[in-house]
């Protein structure tokens, strides 16, 4: 090796890379709640008192109200969606390092539904799950902002697109509030709503025929109630969906609340059970609750464990 | 682990300061690193096919030696065979025995209970071909055999090159790893020129391109026959950016390491006839089979003279579409390029160079690249259509009255992208890659480096990384 031809060769080059690193570790300190729909999951604080679950459960419970109801708690979202966040062991592991490791008292809101313990019928081995390839199987900061260990594993785009889309020019659509509640705003005018939710009938009796209720996710729903009991009190919640979804729903697992009844006496924790109240609520596409209605749902939430933790004392 | 991620630039970084750092002027302690670096490379994607690797390696590199103690002819033959047997025998169960066991059972209407659940190990169409030649200029006397094992397990899992080529000669990479390799400024620099250049081929124009075409070839049968064909054009771009972004970026990493490895693409945009593209495209492969298939092929039929030519490069072209996997629409994307020579056998104009006469090309020169394309991008509707049917429905929409429409798709960004790409080429067509720019002056240089890597930061697209040529 010719050491003074490397030196020079290292030293050109470092340039190039300095400026790289400088105008990537500048344009990461821009991201926020526009940047992706699961950015803002990983930059922390970490929570005591935890929702999970998949897209539903992401828009439908709003932290604020909880904070608002639970004077004394601080409530983080911590569901992402049917890809990434099924109930799973990549889940439960993500749980461990997201969750504040000197929780005691904390409450945990389990949000399920059919699809969130189920798997593609040919699906053979855990190896196959759809969430292995998440964020969540690789992530190893969860309170870290900015968060450049997620963006360089799990930010596809140009970062420019982090800086050109950030929040002060304008909030985003899908938008993640820091406590991981997806703000999902969109024009619910009747018409529109009809074709989202016509649109979202399709893709679910297509996506019922693919999906069988999985036993080693039913399992791992228990793995999770069983971690987060150690560190609190756990609630599991069934959220609906309009007519149209829940009609599906029942098609597809027509006990699907017995077997999630079933599992939360076994563990002795409580199951909350709104799918038959579906036509209480709005749904943007028919599956994910309208966030007005998110609220007032949250609330009644809010209400149901309150009266529970009334009675427990 | 994609030259792209980000765990591969952290293994690279670390693998070329140990190699030079550390090991500096010690070639035995550097191979060892390097091939463990390789194998650590390979076991990434899956450490089971690595027992396999290793295994072929071992069992060409007993074979090699035998080939070259054996005096008899007889017994120099039957080992040749049984190491052609081994390597082809490889091939064939990973790549195309449920290929033949489905066809086989659905031509006769059987119940099929054989199919196997067959995973396609990385790389081994391109180390499996490293491993023939090696043991066919064995018998040929074109090379001795290895003695040093470790050069030779080098040869066949070099990592730059491991998952999609090029397809290094032996008596190429041999060589080089048995001599000290050096440093210089000059190549280092000329192989991150190379690097960039291929990254932003990648990540910039093929994966920019990438969900476009998919989006076409997903949909043809709604779309319209102009989108359809602008949907094969942009796959060409596209395919074109992908490989040979690779292959530079393969080079590139090579030449880090002090080697010099086989050139895979010379500007193929640019043929002014089929022969000429195939003699710039995938130039590993194309002179590999040119060697091993098709001269000895002319030979075998050189009392038919021209008829005897078309025979050779038929089933040369062939060969070269079922290379690419265990399809009837590969094989006849193979029959429809040998069938492309035809005219130009006929002609003579086989082997005819043309050089450009000017910096911009004439009409007539022009007129021939637009064709050869055009019949490029015609047969390439046979590689992407996984059916027959699916080709032929390609086809049907191409062939109908929508052809007169306006394309669907059309992106200015884009169009703009390939622009850059063919402009890039021009300017560099008689040079060794497109970023061989060492005659600009440094400031111009600088800043068309600081251009490539604005492009890469500002339209890179980093979700995908893996590379077209990974599956074969």
Known sequence: MNSSDMKKFLFKISFYILAVAAVLLWLGSFADGNTDDNYRHFIGPKPSNIILGDSRGSQALVPDVLDAKFKDRKFDNFSLNLTESPYGQVYLEAIKKKLNPDTKDGIFILTVDPWNVSTGKDVKDAKEYTENTSALADMHFYDIAPNYEYLLKHYPKSWFNIYNDREVIGKSNTYLHKNGWMEVTVDINPADLRKREASKIIQYKEFANTQKVSQDRLNALEDIIKYLDTKGTVYLVRIPGFKGVMDIENAFSPDFNDIIGSVAQKNNVKFIDFSSQYDKYLYTDGNHMYKESGKIFTAQIADSILLDKKMLK | ?472
């Open chain 2, 1 to 472: 682990m994609q030259f792209t991620s980000l765990v591969f630039i952290l293994f690279f970084s670390v693998v070329f300061a140990v190699y030079w750092w550390v090991l500096g002027k010690k070639l035995k302690a550097q191979n060892i690193f390097l091939l463990l670096a390789s194998y650590v490379f390979y076991a990434n994607w899956d450490w089971r096919f690595l027992i396999l690797l290793i295994i072929s390696s071992g069992v060409s590199y007993y074979l090699g030696l035998k080939i070259s103690e054996t005096k008899t002819p007889g017994k120099k033959k039957l080992l040749v065979n049984l190491g052609l047997l081994f390597s082809i025998g490889t091939l064939f169960y990973f790549k195309y025995f449920n290929f033949f066991i489905d066809s086989f059972a659905e031509l006769f209407n059987i119940k099929n209970t054989l199919t196997l659940t067959i995973i396609l190990p990385l790389g081994i169409s391109f180390y499996t071909f490293r491993m023939i030649s090696y043991l066919l200029d064995i018998k040929n006397n074109k090379l001795k055999a290895e003695t040093d094992m470790l050069a030779f397990f080098n040869y066949i899992a070099f990592f730059p090159s491991m998952t999609s080529g090029p397809i290094d000669k032996a008596g190429l990479l041999l060589p080089q790893l048995k001599k000290e390799r050096i440093f210089t400024l000059e190549n280092g620099s000329d192989a991150a020129r190379q690097i960039l250049l291929g990254a932003f081929k990648k990540l910039v124009v093929a994966n920019s391109i990438s969900p476009v075409t998919q989006e076409i070839f997903q949909n043809y049968d709604h779309l319209s026959g102009s989108t359809v064909a602008y949907g094969m054009i942009l796959f060409l771009f596209e395919m074109y950016a992908d490989f040979s972004g690779y292959s530079d970026m393969a080079i590139g990493f090579a030449k880090l390491l002090g080697f010099k490895i086989t050139k895979n693409f010379a500007f193929p945009l640019f043929a002014q006839n089929i022969a000429e593209y195939w003699r710039k495209w995938h130039i590993s492969l194309t002179s590999w089979l040119t060697e091993y298939v098709f001269t000895p092929l002319v030979i075998q039929f050189r009392d038919y003279e021209k008829k005897g030519l078309i025979a050779a490069i038929i089933l040369n072209f062939i060969l070269i579409g079922a290379w690419h996997g265990p399809r009837f629409t590969f094989v006849l994307f193979g029959l429809l390029h040998g069938l492309y020579y035809v005219p130009l056998i006929l002609n003579d104009k086989l082997n005819k160079k043309k050089k450009f006469s000017k910096s911009v090309p004439t009409f007539k020169e022009l007129g021939n690249i637009l064709l050869t394309m055009a019949m490029v991008c015609f047969a390439l509707v046979l590689f992407v259509a996984p059916t027959l049917t699916d080709a032929v429905g390609m086809y049907g929409r191409i062939f109908s009255l929508s052809v007169f429409s306006v394309p669907e798709f059309m992106k200015i960004k884009i169009l703009g992208l390939i622009g850059i790409i063919i402009l890039i080429d021009w300017l560099n067509k008689d040079k060794e890659h497109g970023l061989e720019i060492s005659r600009f002056k440094p400031v111009t240089r600088r800043a068309f480096y600081v251009f490539l890597i604005f492009m890469i930061l500002y339209f890179g697209v980093f979700g995908n990384t893996s590379f077209i040529y990974e599956q074969f």
